[in-house]
């Protein structure tokens, strides 16, 4: 029992570094990319992303649109609660995590990475739903009501 657990965690984990690694490459690469004067004067880094006009319904503009969203939710007020902050803002980045894969299913044309995104789908929407839980469970930060501190980000 112990083994299989162990070979479903790596497994898990190999698929989630196969992800993430790509991702956080993309982003460095997008928020690095844009010549001077593109990016914002704001402090924070997720909402530093500003994407260039493309043309409507396009593969671009849809995952511009897609990150934009991400960023977006991921900017939330820190309520001081580690653990609450990290599942807030980890949310809207799986919500993301989906968002890309859906637009991949719809424009791309290689059966690995279309594979891929099935399986990241199915999983960050199961992550999404453990992470939603754990906030309902977790004592609400000193001062605020119960109501105001459980996000609840919207499936798109």
């Known amino acids: 029992m112990k083994d299989e657990l162990r070979v479903r965690h790596t497994t898990r984990f190999r698929r989630i570094c196969r992800w993430t690694g790509p991702c956080i490459l993309s982003f460095l690469f997008l928020t690095c990319a844009h010549p001077p004067g593109r990016a914002t004067q704001h402090t924070d880094a997720h909402a530093a992303y500003v994407p260039e006009p493309a043309a409507p319904e396009s593969f671009r503009s849809l995952m511009d649109d897609a990150m934009v969203r991400m960023h977006k939710g991921m900017n939330i007020p820190y309520t001081g609660d580690p653990d609450r902050d990290f599942a807030a803002m980890m949310i809207p980045h799986h919500q993301g995590a989906i968002d890309m894969a859906v637009i991949q ?52």
């Open 105 to 156: 299913l719809r424009y791309g044309k290689d059966e690995r990475l279309r594979r891929l995104a099935q399986e990241i789908i199915i999983e960050q929407r199961e992550e999404i739903a453990v992470m939603q839980r754990i906030l309902q469970e977790l004592p609400s930060p000193p001062g605020v009501p119960p109501s105001v501190s459980t996000h609840s980000h919207e499936e798109h």
